[in-house]
């Protein structure tokens, strides 16, 4: 992948020019140099593939091993002390927000070519929070396929 490559070249960059990084470093440097490279077109192109996942996310995992004293900590308690959400959780509430955006009209897509309501006996609380995600054949298949929220 075109982007992991080019994070992983900024990354070995940033790590050859700061020996020691605080947390509030890394913050500025991640966000602003690595992190974009990770997330590019991620609207368009979600990575399906456990392969492509599992590449993005070695990257982030090595970028919090920059920090000093995380180093030997496990990734989630980095992730936790830093302030930072896995990639996964990341695409996740991109693809949740562009929903609600979609369902309440805040972007100008017709929501009944992307969305089929949950109809049937479900309870008020059921109906109105379950949204099957469907995408139509017109559609990319690579946006919002059978998603649920």
Request: glycine content about 4%.
């Amino acid at each position: 992948m075109q982007s992991a490559k080019k994070a992983q070249s900024v990354l070995g960059m940033v790590k050859r020019h700061f020996k020691v990084v605080d947390k509030k470093d890394f913050n500025v440097l991640y966000k602003t140099y690595v992190r974009p490279h990770l997330e590019y077109r991620v609207q368009v192109w979600s990575p399906h593939f456990k392969k492509d996942i599992e590449c993005l996310e070695t990257i982030q995992r090595r970028a919090t091993k920059l920090v000093k004293g995380l180093k030997r900590k496990p990734y989630e308690e980095r992730l936790k002390s830093l302030g930072l959400y896995s990639l996964q959780q990341r695409r996740l509430r991109g693809d949740l927000i562009e929903t609600f955006k979609i369902l309440t009209g805040k972007e100008r897509v017709d929501s009944q070519s992307f969305f089929q309501l949950a109809t049937g006996s479900h309870n008020a609380w059921t109906q109105s929070e379950t949204v099957l995600a469907k995408v139509l054949d017109n559609c990319s298949e690579d946006i919002f396929q059978y998603k649920s929220c």
